[in-house]
């Protein structure tokens, strides 16, 4: 195993804040829906949205750094190779078996993990951003009284806006879920806090896969 440093500075800062917004989000978004009582109402709206305004400024500087790094080229989806990552992920994780593929700094995702990242930066994310705007701005304040956007209903856009949000969640969950598939449960949470993830080299992976068929045998 060598240590590479796979994750830069800004990555692991957007990374984090993103996760702490989202938590916030869907804490006092639960709140708004009535599920639990912690702030109250009217502060849980308050606080509801600075995190949604907040979270609106990350993304549009996440934006920019992905496109002045050419890191957008990550989330190129590609089918090649995945028909291997659906096995291992149904099948081969549970045989300690090896990733397909390598990981490098210029390929750090799958073939699946490109597929769902790029419907999330696509749909999911932008259609919680605006649905979102759209539910804070239905009425606004205009010079001669409150004016309003011409949508028919506002339930249309609460429920978009909440499966966006549920989708975001059970995401999140998945992703709990598979940080701990590493080669140690922390091994993948310690990598994007300090940056460097332990990758194996060919001669390693080659070893590996010998041992997963002989095991077999």
């Known amino acids: 195993m060598k240590k590479v440093y796979i994750y830069k500075a800004y990555e692991r800062f957007w990374h ?9 989000l ?3 978004g639960f709140e708004i829906h ?10 849980a709206v308050k606080y509801h949205n600075y995190a949604a305004y907040s979270l609106l400024i990350l993304i549009i500087f996440t934006i920019f750094w992905h ?6 080229r990550q989330y190129i989806p590609t089918t090649k190779n995945i028909k291997k990552y659906l096995n291992y992920y149904l099948f081969g994780i549970f045989r300690n078996e090896p990733h397909p593929t390598k990981k490098t700094v210029l390929s750090k995702l799958n073939p699946l993990q490109k597929l769902v990242y790029f419907g999330l930066k696509t749909i999911i994310f932008p259609g919680i951003v605006f649905t979102g705007l759209l539910y804070m701005f239905y009425r606004y304040p205009q010079r001669h009284g409150i004016g ?7 339930q249309t856009i609460a429920v978009l806006h909440t499966l966006f949000a549920y989708l975001i969640l059970a995401f999140v969950i998945g992703h709990l879920y598979l940080i701990t598939t590493g080669t140690k449960i922390t091994t993948n949470l310690k990598a ?3 940056g460097y993830e332990e990758l194996e080299d ?4 080659e070893n590996t896969l010998k041992e997963v068929k002989n095991g077999r045998e």
């Open 67 to 72: 496109f002045t790094t050419g890191e957008w």
């Open 26 to 28: 869907a804490l006092t």
């Open 148 to 154: 309003a956007i011409n949508i028919d209903s506002l």
């Open 16 to 24: 984090w804040m993103q996760a702490m917004l989202i938590f916030f």
């Open 202 to 205: 060919e001669n390693e992976k």
């Open 34 to 43: 009535g599920s639990i009582n912690f702030f109250g109402f009217e502060y």
């Open 192 to 194: 994007m806090i300090t």
